[in-house]
């Protein structure tokens, strides 16, 4: 069954980056998009963006235009995530998702276990 | 942006009483709504996507429907199992965005 695991757990000083890797698995890759989600603690839910990763195109929510990256490498099925000049409202569980089907918009149907990110002076 | 407004925040109810969240869009949109359950520590799970269809494997007690402005998900025979936050969500315009989740207790 479709299966996607995430890094695990990082704590960071502010102004740091983090890199947040989604390996997927049991299905196609590159046949549908990756969505990165946020939950500050407890808070709800935030949709930071998605990637295909069939063409690279990238769709990112202005807030995080110019701060977040997201990539991919097809050899190992992994999707990345990362976050540069990290802040303190940045501490939160970061999800990435696979879309239902293989074009936008889509719902999202399949998520990964969620990796902690702690932003702490 | 287009703002999803959940109501109740909060919601008691026993087990077989028929529940309903609403979820309220700050515009009109398309049929582009999903709603999520998230249990505890855990990562969200689809429930409906398109506003009315039912994801595989998804008990039939929940269905979803609306259009416009306003989306509905209803339990038809609450469980002990359901017991979580629920989170509708607009994929139709960017930023996609959710509601501030309803959380759903059992009396």
């Known amino acids: 069954q479709v299966q996607l695991v995430q890094s695990g757990a990082e704590v960071k000083k502010p102004g740091a980056s983090v890199k947040v890797s989604c390996k997927a698995s049991e299905y196609t890759f590159t046949g549908y998009y990756f969505h990165w989600v946020r939950q500050a603690p407890g808070q709800g839910l935030e949709w930071m963006g998605w990637?295909?990763?069939?063409?690279?195109?990238?769709k990112y929510g202005q807030k995080f235009q110019g701060r977040v990256t997201m990539t991919w490498d097809t050899s190992i099925s992994t999707a990345y995530m990362e976050v540069s000049r990290l802040r303190s409202d940045d501490t939160a569980v970061y999800y990435c998702?696979?879309?239902?089907?293989?074009?936008?918009?889509?719902?999202?149907?399949?998520w990964g276990q969620g990796t902690l990110v702690t932003v702490s002076s | 942006d287009i703002q999803m407004t959940q109501s109740p925040s909060t919601l008691s109810a026993s087990v077989g009483d028929r529940v309903t969240i609403t979820c309220r869009a700050s515009r009109i949109i398309s049929s582009w709504v999903a709603w999520y359950q998230q249990t505890p520590g855990k990562a969200p799970k689809l429930l409906i996507y398109?506003?009315?269809s039912l994801q595989s494997g998804v008990p039939s007690r929940f269905s979803g429907s609306g259009s416009g402005t306003e989306f509905t998900l209803t339990i038809s025979s609450l469980q002990p199992d359901d017991l979580a936050t629920y989170y509708c969500q607009q994929y139709d315009t960017y930023p996609y965005t959710f509601g501030q989740g309803t959380k759903l207790e059992i009396k």
């Open positions: 990637i295909n990763p069939k063409s690279g195109d990238t």
């Open positions: 998702a696979r879309g239902l089907i293989s074009i936008v918009p889509a719902a999202m149907s399949f």
């Open positions: 398109r506003a009315a």
